[in-house]
């Protein structure tokens, strides 16, 4: 938009009133996005409603005029001026985007749909209550399931019956999924460190401190939002006997299997919550500072940075030469793994992205927050081949098994976009919704269910809650 048009002259409030619709646009993408735009005691309210992004009567927003003129609706859009045909003409304000918007008066605006999940819910095998919330998927292999939780318990359960083979506490909360390897059980706690354990018995073979010592994280959630969502950590990542880990203060260490000796260390000037990606001698990962890093896997001495403008705590899907991440800029985006540069961009409508993708072929699956779906995604466009809404927020990795997609969703309470807890199975060739089991909020909760996903073996998919259950269901 021109200066010129920051004066809005001859704008003025009766201009607005009235319910309005416009075609934002971002390379071929597009999103209808509609206002309803009214007067209560006094003030001009609006409305937002943008279908694409999951959004439907957001607000009310008090509408307010600065010095220069521009009416501003709410926290996306700004009306600058309106033209000769009674058009409003201004930007929406997609984080660091500024699309084009032109409103034209329309008669309604869309209502949300009410879904109507018309499947039967899985057979549940067992269920076992662990010491407290789980936020991310377990491990599963050897005979075990194995998770840990808020309370920094790493709790092993025979996968078969549920019963528990063994218990091992740490000095603080997990928020990350352990890794096992052969004999083995890597798992980081916020107490700062990794711990290697004995697969069979739970012994402690070795732990390492890493540099960031003790995490700081919010007490709060579940229980109340906090605006911060400091609710993952790194997960281990272990290749030919290094593990591969972000701390709490920033960076990644490799460590060795063996002994837990530090390697290497690569500093950030953020933390690390997401997993690194392996792409071949190079590590992909995003960071709380606001960029993708590439580093050498042997060395730790850094390839290229990409800055993408908010926080990154997904894992990138690495393929054939691409890494593609989702952040909190609302949008997906391909880098070369080479050189670090975009490839392709795709907004994802105000939604975050907190969900890593997982590759499956010539398509990845992976899910976003307020827009509450499930996507399949072409890997060398981005574009959506399906997508399906699961009633709540997927942050967590898709697991995926045959024809199936298994998705742990994410509930809230009292949040603008009202989210509902369950787990689901969906199609990967149709996207149709297949089982879903629903779960609901406890008592004085702001998050409830499932926002660590599951992990598939054998004939079953294991899970576990923000209210410290871990499931056993039949696939």
Not at 280 to 306: K, Q
């Amino acid at each position: 938009m021109s200066g010129s048009n920051l004066r809005a002259e001859g704008l003025d409030r009766s201009s607005l009133l009235g319910n309005w619709s416009g075609i934002l646009a971002f390379g071929d993408q597009q999103a209808e996005v509609f206002y309803e735009i009214d007067e209560e005691e006094g003030k001009l309210v609006s409305w937002l409603t943008l279908e694409k992004g999951g959004l439907y009567a957001m607000g009310p927003s008090v509408v307010e005029r600065d010095e220069a003129g521009v009416w501003k609706l709410d926290w996306f859009g700004r009306v600058y001026s309106v033209d000769g045909n009674g058009q409003l003409i201004g930007a929406f304000q997609h984080y660091d985007k500024a699309l084009e918007l032109v409103l034209e008066k329309v008669d309604t605006v869309p209502p949300k749909p009410k879904e109507k999940w018309a499947v039967d819910e899985p057979r549940v095998d067992w269920v076992v209550e662990v010491a407290g919330g789980v936020w991310a998927a377990p491990a599963a292999g050897q005979g075990l399931v194995l998770v840990g939780d808020d309370s920094g318990m790493v709790t092993a359960m025979h996968d078969d019956t549920g019963n528990v083979a063994w218990r091992f506490r740490t000095g603080a909360g997990i928020y990350a999924s352990p890794k096992l390897d052969e004999d083995f059980l890597y798992a980081s706690s916020d107490d700062g460190y990794v711990y290697c354990l004995a697969v069979g018995d739970g012994v402690e073979r070795w732990r390492t401190r890493l540099g960031g010592g003790f995490m700081e994280r919010s007490a709060r959630l579940p229980r109340v939002d906090d605006g911060a969502y400091d609710y993952r950590s790194s997960s281990p990542v272990i290749v030919e006997g290094t593990l591969f880990v972000g701390g709490a203060k920033g960076g990644v260490w490799a460590l060795d299997t063996e002994t837990g000796e530090v390697l290497w260390e690569f500093v950030t000037e953020g933390r690390v919550s997401g997993d690194v990606a392996v792409a071949g001698d190079v590590l992909v990962f995003g960071c709380r500072d606001g960029r993708v890093y590439a580093i050498d896997r042997n060395s730790g001495s850094e390839r290229w940075r990409h800055e993408v403008g908010a926080e990154v705590v997904s894992t990138p899907a690495v393929h054939d030469g691409l890494a593609i991440v989702g952040s909190r800029n609302a949008s997906l985006l391909a880098l070369d793994v080479e050189t670090g540069q975009p490839r392709w961009e795709s907004l994802t409508w105000t939604s975050w992205v907190e969900s890593s993708g997982v590759v499956s072929g010539e398509r990845m699956f992976i899910g976003s927050s307020d827009v509450a779906k499930l996507c399949a995604r072409k890997l060398d466009t981005g574009e959506i081949g399906w997508e399906r809404f699961l009633g709540g927020s997927l942050w967590a990795k898709p697991a995926v098994a045959g024809r199936r997609v298994y998705a742990g969703v994410t509930g809230s309470v009292g949040y603008f976009a009202p989210h509902v807890g369950a787990f689901a199975c969906v199609d990967a060739e149709s996207g149709e919704l297949v089982w879903r089991m629903e779960f609901e909020p406890t008592e004085e909760a702001f998050l409830y269910g499932c926002p660590g996903g599951g992990v598939t073996e054998g004939e079953r998919v294991y899970f576990g809650t923000l209210d410290g259950r871990v499931f056993a269901v039949k696939r």
